[in-house]
């Protein structure tokens, strides 16, 4: 009988090392730690309404640096753990999870060192938007200029600025802070600036003025600060994973089926870093060549300074992205011709296309094993060439414009005759106002009389009465302008509080049937010859907040499409995700006009031409197509409070509303007299 053989001493102790790591606890102070930037926006925004500015400003300052902090800590972490604790040549199933495990436990105690349990530090996705967005530089700008700091209130308006240029009145703001006594041209600063776009900026500012030394030393900057950035931002990627699609409690895949899963999409977060990189603030598509261009400039820029050893050297990186480049080829032959000599591509853009290279391939392996679709963008797409007689690139035309990768569905032309409007409004008070033609546009209805004025006030009480349940947001700011309050519920919702006791059963009903009158006007007025299902219903109210509207311009709710992304710059609208795609019409019933402002308006693609307003009023309907077609908006709520039913439908049965078929199945058991016998299985979606 074979003898049996014990565990290697050394892999056995590698296995109890990394287990005590995992289990160890940090005994630190907890004065040590960084304070949640949620908690801080959360206590800023409380200050805001409080008329409290100076505590506004201490708390967002707080909260913007410890967003940058908690950001940095992870990255330092991440990086420093994964040169600590690398994987060798010797590959084994137990030796790779020893440096896994070894890795989580770094990364567990250098993280939590900074700031404290992690666990604290799980940030909501509506605050990780609004930083994103960079809302609370709308609130800071506000609150310095109320304590009458507009150097200060410049650079934050500024910042906010960057990233929302259709803001009205922020641009307003911008303007008078350029008349103040004190404000000067530098205090117009982005402070969320990103290092590597920011050199790139003022590199081509210089080539364009003809200063090539300049210009040489800031496009060196621009690569060492983007191949950092390339680095921190993977190593972001690598924080949980949303598994969409997947119920974890009853997750019931393999180890290596999970442990690709989740790998999966990270390293299509890493391999997406190219675009983000490439994408500027307020920018739906990355700058078409971004990372190719800081070669091209640099080979002309070392040209003119007569360095032709590194022009080539740049001339030979370009061709590493483009190959086939003519217009490139012809300046390496001219750069091999009068040096003599020939060179090599830079080594960090060849590390760096290799291991995009070897993502893409393992990518496109991975969502074969996982059933999902992936198409890779074509990050680095270069149109047209130069007109140069020289066979030397001349200048930086076009070197701003934004192209849209070449995935992107242009969805704005509309083949009229599949579209037809005109059919039976269905019930008898219903009154035609306006058709599409009156509308200035396609697929557009106005409707008056949908439903009567005790009906509005009953669903006026009901959305005060359920404030905020249900709707995803805070409940004291809109998501779209701090100068209004916000509250609202889904028809769920408030069928969970009629049961409850907490509000009329009839009103809930009331919303209920409501809805339904709606989809079904709008699927018969316009003819669909289909079932047209909920994808996603709201009772809400917008209220003007006092001592907030003085010179006030901006929009309660920004120019947008409803499935599609808005790009008004370019005049198109892009179908593709974040926007709801699945979306194919709108509805907005009116429960009241008694308040100043909030008119909705129809735009053309340029979000600035407005093709039509209705003054909103009870029982009046505004029903459209949801794509690019119809750019829509709403004024500012100056005075008073605008309460509405928001609809949106689809045609795809696959991405009808669950909460609604849930709605669905209380009214029947309601009419069955069997209410609630087996619960609410509530599944709450922010949709908005």
């Given at each position: 009988?074979?003898?049996?053989?014990?565990?290697?001493g050394?892999?056995?102790?590698?296995?109890?090392?990394?287990?005590?790591?995992?289990?160890?606890?940090?005994?630190l102070?907890?004065?040590?730690f960084?304070?949640?930037?949620?908690?801080?926006?959360?206590?800023?925004v409380?200050?805001?309404?409080?008329s409290?500015?100076?505590?506004?400003?201490?708390?967002?300052?707080?909260?913007?640096?410890?967003?940058?902090?908690?950001?940095?800590?992870?990255?330092?972490?991440?990086?420093r753990?994964?040169?600590?604790?690398p994987?060798?040549?010797?590959?084994?199933?137990?030796?790779?999870?020893?440096v896994?495990?070894?890795r989580?436990?770094?990364?567990?105690?250098?993280?939590?060192?900074?700031?404290?349990t992690?666990?604290?530090?799980k940030?909501?996705?509506?605050?990780?938007?609004?930083?994103?967005?960079?809302?609370?530089?709308?609130?800071?700008?506000?609150?310095?200029?109320?304590?009458?700091?507009?150097?200060?209130?410049?650079?934050?308006?500024?910042?906010?600025?960057?990233?929302?240029?259709?803001?009205?009145?922020?641009?307003?703001?911008?303007?008078?802070?350029?008349?103040l006594?004190?404000?000067?041209?530098?205090?117009?600063?982005?402070?969320?600036?990103?290092?590597?776009?920011?050199?790139?900026?003022?590199?081509?500012?210089?080539?364009?003025?003809?200063?090539?030394?300049?210009?040489?030393?800031l496009?060196?900057?621009?690569?060492?600060?983007?191949?950092?950035?390339?680095?921190?931002?993977?190593?972001?990627?690598?924080?949980?994973?949303?598994?969409?699609?997947?119920d974890?409690?009853?997750?019931?895949?393999?180890?290596?089926?999970?442990?690709?899963d989740?790998?999966?999409?990270?390293?299509?977060?890493?391999?997406?870093?190219v675009?983000?990189?490439?994408?500027?603030?307020?920018?739906?598509?990355?700058?078409?060549?971004?990372?190719?261009?800081h070669?091209?400039?640099?080979?002309?820029?070392?040209?003119?300074?007569n360095?032709?050893?590194?022009?080539?050297?740049?001339?030979?990186?370009?061709?590493?992205?483009?190959?086939?480049?003519?217009?490139?080829?012809?300046n390496v032959?001219?750069?091999?011709?009068i040096?003599?000599?020939?060179?090599?591509?830079?080594e960090?853009?060849?590390?760096?296309?290799?291991?995009?290279?070897?993502?893409?391939?393992?990518?496109?392996?991975?969502?074969?094993?996982?059933?999902?679709?992936?198409?890779?963008?074509?990050?680095?797409?270069?149109?047209?060439?130069r007109?140069?007689?020289?066979?030397?690139?001349?200048?930086?035309?076009?070197?701003?414009?934004y192209?849209?990768?070449?995935?992107?569905?242009?969805?704005?032309?509309?083949?009229?005759?599949?579209?037809?409007?005109?059919?039976?409004?269905?019930?008898?008070?219903?009154?035609?106002?306006?058709?599409?033609?009156?509308?200035?546009?396609?697929?557009?209805?106005?409707?008056?009389?949908?439903i009567?004025?005790?009906e509005?006030?009953?669903?006026?009480?009901?959305a005060?009465?359920?404030t905020?349940?249900g709707?995803?947001?805070?409940?004291?700011?809109?998501?779209?302008?701090?100068?209004?309050?916000?509250?609202?519920?889904t028809?769920l919702?408030?069928?969970?509080?009629?049961?409850?006791?907490?509000?009329?059963?009839?009103?809930?009903?009331?919303?209920?049937?409501?809805?339904?009158?709606?989809?079904?006007i709008?699927?018969?007025?316009f003819?669909?010859?289909?079932?047209l299902?909920?994808?996603?219903?709201?009772?809400?109210?917008?209220?003007?907040?006092?001592?907030?509207?003085?010179?006030?311009?901006?929009?309660?709710?920004?120019?947008?499409?409803?499935?599609?992304?808005?790009?008004?710059?370019?005049?198109?609208?892009?179908?593709e995700?974040?926007?709801?795609?699945f979306?194919?019409?709108?509805?907005?019933?009116?429960?009241?006009?008694?308040?100043?402002g909030?008119?909705?308006?129809?735009?053309?693609?340029?979000?600035?031409?407005?093709?039509?307003?209705i003054?909103?009023k009870?029982?009046r309907?505004?029903?459209?197509?949801?794509g690019?077609?119809n750019p829509h908006?709403?004024?500012a709520?100056?005075?008073?409070?605008?309460?509405?039913?928001?609809l949106?439908?689809?045609?795809?049965?696959?991405?009808?509303e669950?909460?609604?078929?849930?709605?669905?199945?209380?009214?029947?058991?309601?009419?069955?007299?069997?209410?609630?016998?087996?619960?609410?299985?509530?599944?709450?979606?922010?949709?908005?």
């Amino acid at each position: 009988m074979e003898p049996k053989r014990r565990m290697d001493g050394n892999l056995c102790s590698l296995v109890i090392l990394s287990v005590a790591l995992l289990s160890a606890d940090l005994l630190l102070s907890s004065a040590a730690f960084l304070e949640p930037f949620d908690l801080l926006y959360d206590n800023a925004v409380q200050a805001f309404y409080s008329s409290d500015y100076e505590s506004v400003v201490r708390n967002l300052e707080g909260a913007l640096s410890s967003h940058r902090e908690a950001q940095r800590t992870r990255v330092r972490c991440r990086l420093r753990c994964q040169d600590q604790q690398p994987f060798d040549e010797t590959f084994s199933d137990l030796r790779f999870f020893d440096v896994v495990l070894r890795r989580a436990a770094c990364m567990k105690a250098c993280i939590e060192a900074k700031l404290g349990t992690q666990s604290v530090h799980k940030v909501s996705d509506e605050v990780i938007q609004d930083f994103n967005r960079r809302i609370p530089y709308n609130y800071l700008q506000l609150a310095y200029q109320k304590l009458k700091q507009p150097e200060k209130a410049a650079a934050a308006a500024h910042t906010y600025f960057q990233a929302n240029p259709e803001h009205v009145e922020m641009g307003q703001h911008l303007e008078q802070y350029k008349n103040l006594q004190g404000v000067e041209e530098n205090h117009f600063v982005d402070r969320e600036a990103r290092p590597h776009q920011r050199s790139f900026t003022a590199a081509v500012k210089l080539y364009d003025r003809g200063d090539y030394e300049g210009a040489v030393t800031l496009f060196e900057e621009a690569l060492v600060e983007y191949y950092r950035a390339d680095v921190e931002c993977r190593a972001l990627c690598q924080g949980p994973q949303k598994f969409e699609g997947h119920d974890h409690v009853r997750y019931r895949y393999s180890l290596h089926e999970v442990v690709s899963d989740h790998f999966t999409q990270v390293l299509h977060c890493e391999h997406e870093c190219v675009r983000d990189l490439a994408t500027r603030p307020s920018r739906l598509s990355p700058m078409e060549n971004y990372l190719p261009l800081h070669y091209d400039y640099l080979q002309f820029a070392y040209f003119k300074v007569n360095r032709l050893e590194e022009a080539l050297q740049c001339a030979l990186t370009y061709l590493l992205f483009h190959e086939n480049d003519e217009f490139m080829m012809d300046n390496v032959d001219y750069y091999r011709e009068i040096l003599g000599l020939d060179s090599n591509p830079r080594e960090e853009a060849e590390r760096y296309l290799r291991r995009h290279h070897l993502e893409l391939e393992l990518l496109l392996m991975g969502s074969r094993i996982m059933g999902v679709d992936f198409s890779d963008g074509n990050y680095w797409r270069s149109t047209g060439g130069r007109d140069d007689s020289n066979r030397i690139p001349s200048g930086t035309d076009g070197w701003m414009e934004y192209v849209p990768i070449s995935e992107k569905k242009n969805i704005t032309v509309i083949v009229s005759q599949q579209l037809k409007e005109g059919g039976p409004l269905l019930y008898d008070n219903v009154q035609l106002v306006q058709t599409s033609v009156a509308l200035n546009g396609t697929q557009r209805v106005l409707l008056d009389n949908v439903i009567s004025e005790e009906e509005c006030a009953e669903l006026r009480k009901l959305a005060h009465a359920v404030t905020m349940a249900g709707d995803g947001y805070r409940g004291r700011m809109s998501p779209h302008t701090p100068n209004e309050k916000f509250e609202g519920a889904t028809v769920l919702k408030t069928l969970q509080y009629g049961y409850e006791g907490r509000v009329p059963m009839s009103s809930a009903r009331l919303f209920y049937d409501t809805s339904e009158r709606v989809r079904r006007i709008v699927e018969s007025y316009f003819m669909l010859n289909t079932t047209l299902y909920f994808s996603y219903t709201h009772l809400v109210c917008r209220t003007a907040i006092t001592g907030q509207q003085d010179h006030r311009n901006d929009l309660s709710h920004p120019i947008h499409a409803d499935n599609c992304l808005l790009d008004p710059d370019a005049n198109e609208c892009w179908k593709e995700p974040p926007a709801y795609t699945f979306r194919d019409y709108s509805a907005l019933l009116y429960l009241n006009g008694d308040f100043e402002g909030g008119e909705f308006i129809f735009t053309e693609m340029d979000a600035k031409t407005v093709t039509a307003s209705i003054k909103p009023k009870c029982g009046r309907l505004v029903g459209f197509s949801s794509g690019g077609e119809n750019p829509h908006g709403v004024k500012a709520v100056t005075s008073g409070q605008r309460c509405a039913v928001a609809l949106w439908f689809t045609l795809d049965p696959l991405y009808r509303e669950l909460e609604r078929l849930q709605a669905d199945e209380v009214i029947q058991a309601m009419d069955t007299q069997s209410v609630w016998s087996q619960g609410l299985n509530i599944n709450p979606k922010d949709e908005l």
